[in-house]
T-cell receptor, first 112, second 111 residues
């Protein structure tokens, strides 16, 4: 079955540490996205990539980094520079210029 | 600047009645609108969409209405069922641009 997989589902990080969230899709989608969900703020775009080896900052990119070395993979690194990293992170993909997104099941990151 | 707004953070409806979720947008260039449904600790799933050339799209219990002059769209669910309790996100896009999401509305269906 085609889909988009995020791992791990829950992640704990100590302050000052970097952590990488995984996102893999086998839908052959060109575009991939990372969103962050906080209570009452909906989905805010962190980074997106429309093709391999290319990505753009979204609305809240500070403190995050991404890479897109393969079409199937779009990992997100939450760096120690991100001041409030505790949130629910969602990865999505879409077939480029097509219409809707397919979302992963999310990763809840907690800084302890 | 919030281009897509869902002004009601929450909505409570009795089972069997109609649920109406509202969404307003500011960008008149948006040409496609979508609704997503999200359960806690899960990713959003696509529910229904509408192109700007239409004013209504229906899929079973779900109907989306678009009023371009008012820059407003709404999602109607009838009859509402307990499994409809979730957060609903409105989203819009212009051409091949990325989706812009609203803040979400938490719908609770009461038995």
């Amino acid at each position: 079955d085609g889909g988009i997989t995020q791992s791990p589902k829950y992640l704990f990080r100590k302050e000052g540490q970097n952590v990488t969230l995984s996102c893999e899709q086998n839908l052959n989608h060109d575009a991939m996205y990372w969103y962050r969900q906080d209570p009452g703020q909906g989905l805010r775009l962190i980074y997106y990539s429309q093709i391999v080896n290319d990505f753009q900052k979204g609305d809240i990119a500070e403190g995050y980094s991404v890479s897109r070395e393969k079409k199937e993979s779009f990992p997100l690194t939450v760096t120690s520079a991100q001041k409030n990293p505790t949130a629910f992170y969602l990865c999505a993909s879409s077939p480029g210029q097509n219409l809707g997104y397919t979302f992963g099941s999310g990763t809840r990151l907690t800084v302890v | 600047d919030q281009q897509v707004k869902q002004n009601s953070p929450s909505l409570s409806v009795q089972e069997g009645r109609i649920s109406i979720l509202n969404c307003d947008y500011t960008n008149s260039m948006f040409d496609y609108f979508l609704w997503y449904k999200k359960y806690p600790a899960e990713g959003p799933t696509f529910l229904i969409s509408i192109s700007s050339i239409k004013d209504k799209n229906e899929d079973g219990r779900f109907t989306v209405f678009l009023n371009k002059s008012a820059k407003h769209l709404s999602l109607h669910i009838v009859p509402s069922q307990p499994g409809d309790s979730a957060v609903y996100f409105c989203a819009a896009k212009q051409g091949a641009q990325k989706l812009v999401f609203g803040q979400g509305t938490r719908l609770t269906i009461n038995p």
